[in-house]
């Protein structure tokens, strides 16, 4: 049995066959004793630590105030009752170390932020210069999230201080970097950050973010498509896919000026989905906008012309990623009745231009 939070059982279902016989007597004296006895040893024969306390109708066990329960709490997302043992043992003494960090640390998961950092900085006090970089790293995390990001930044500084190659400080700090115009430091950390956490949707996904702030649109394609791998339905992966989307939407907005306006590509792409829509009754048509849609759930690669991608609804066909960002629009408006708003890509005018050219069977 793996306690996290207060066990309680009610005397009078309490099996007291378990008892010695001449203590099963619910209303004799040697009663209680004997089941907070019986309980406290057999939770000690299990590896438990525990308070085992009875008063008439119940008796309560509890985990003992130590790390290693602390911990089993905290780790299983109980965060307040470990909370509440950290309390005690802090009632015990004040400047216990663990269980100022540990709260903490669970104060700033549940937003209690100002006690959080009350807790760090009374940490930071006792053990002065001893006190280690995730001290700081938690401070900053605490100060970030209260959105006083001088403070942030300053924490996870002193924190590298400590411990320069401290992970979790250079990813924490890159990203407010970035977010404070200082994206060029950002990179020069991301840089030399991102392939120590291959597996860090976190760290892949900033360092995605500071080279499309840095305009380098290709490798930031890349760190997103990286995320998207790694860390498929996370937040993080839709985050890169939203980042993904912007891209191609800035680039379709730059070639459409270029062009004058108006993507002859994408009026081309658009009257084939018009006429494979078309061509197919109504439940497979769905099924073919739901196939496209499903396969775009990572991003289309829109830039290159070699990629290829192959459609189970159209057998024997080749499309290129931008073909098929077109046939999700005139899915949108066919199957689903929109506007073709939802893509984030506005081909409205190429559109209207393809249904004329379509219509007229030109």
């Known amino acids: 049995?793996?306690?996290?939070?207060?066990?309680?059982?009610?005397?009078?279902?309490?099996?007291?066959?378990?008892?010695?016989?001449?203590q099963q007597n619910l209303e004799g004296i040697d009663f209680r004793f004997a089941v907070v006895d019986h309980l406290k040893a057999r939770y000690r024969e299990l590896g438990h630590h525990v308070e085992v306390r009875a008063d008439l109708e119940k008796v309560v066990i509890s985990p003992q105030a130590n790390d290693a329960n602390i911990l089993k709490a905290l780790n299983v997302g109980n965060l307040q009752y470990g909370i509440e043992l950290c309390d005690e043992l802090l009632r015990q003494d004040p400047d216990n170390g663990s269980a100022l960090y540990n709260s903490a640390m669970a104060l700033s998961d549940l937003n209690q932020l100002d006690k959080a950092i009350e807790r760090l900085q009374h940490l930071i006090e006792v053990q002065g210069n001893s006190a280690g970089a995730n001290v700081y790293v938690a401070l900053g995390v605490a100060y970030a999230r209260q959105r006083t990001v001088a403070k942030a930044i300053n924490a996870f500084e002193y924190a590298l201080n400590i411990e320069p190659a401290n992970q979790f400080a250079l990813r924490n700090v890159a990203s407010l970097y970035s977010a404070e115009d200082r994206n060029d430091e950002a990179l020069g950390i991301y840089e030399n950050l991102a392939p120590m956490c291959p597996q860090d949707p976190i760290t892949q996904l900033g360092y995605g973010e500071a080279l499309r702030k840095a305009g380098r649109r290709d490798e930031a394609i890349t760190q997103f498509n990286i995320v998207l791998t790694i860390a498929p339905g996370s937040p993080q992966a839709q985050q890169a896919k939203e980042s993904k989307t912007a891209l191609s939407t800035e680039k379709n907005a730059q070639i459409k000026e270029e062009a004058g306006g108006?993507?002859?590509?994408?009026?081309?792409?658009?009257?084939?989905?018009?006429?494979?829509?078309?061509?197919?009754?109504?439940?497979?048509?769905?099924?073919?906008?739901?196939?496209?849609?499903?396969?775009?759930?990572?991003?289309?690669?829109?830039?290159?012309?070699?990629?290829?991608?192959?459609?189970?609804?159209?057998?024997?066909?080749?499309?290129?990623?931008?073909?098929?960002?077109?046939?999700?629009?005139?899915?949108?408006?066919?199957?689903?009745?929109?506007?073709?708003?939802?893509?984030?890509?506005?081909?409205?005018?190429?559109?209207?231009?393809?249904?004329?050219?379509?219509k007229s069977g030109s």
């Open 1 to 22: 049995m793996d306690l996290n939070r207060d066990v309680v059982i009610s005397l009078a279902q309490f099996d007291r066959s378990q008892l010695p016989a001449d």
């Open 262 to 358: 108006l993507r002859m590509d994408a009026v081309m792409y658009i009257t084939d989905a018009m006429k494979a829509y078309d061509s197919l009754p109504e439940e497979q048509a769905r099924n073919l906008f739901i196939e496209v849609a499903m396969k775009g759930q990572s991003g289309f690669d829109t830039d290159s012309s070699e990629q290829k991608y192959t459609l189970k609804a159209m057998p024997g066909q080749h499309y290129s990623g931008f073909h098929l960002v077109c046939m999700m629009y005139v899915g949108c408006r066919k199957v689903l009745g929109s506007d073709g708003s939802e893509m984030g890509i506005d081909l409205a005018d190429e559109y209207k231009m393809a249904e004329q050219t379509y």
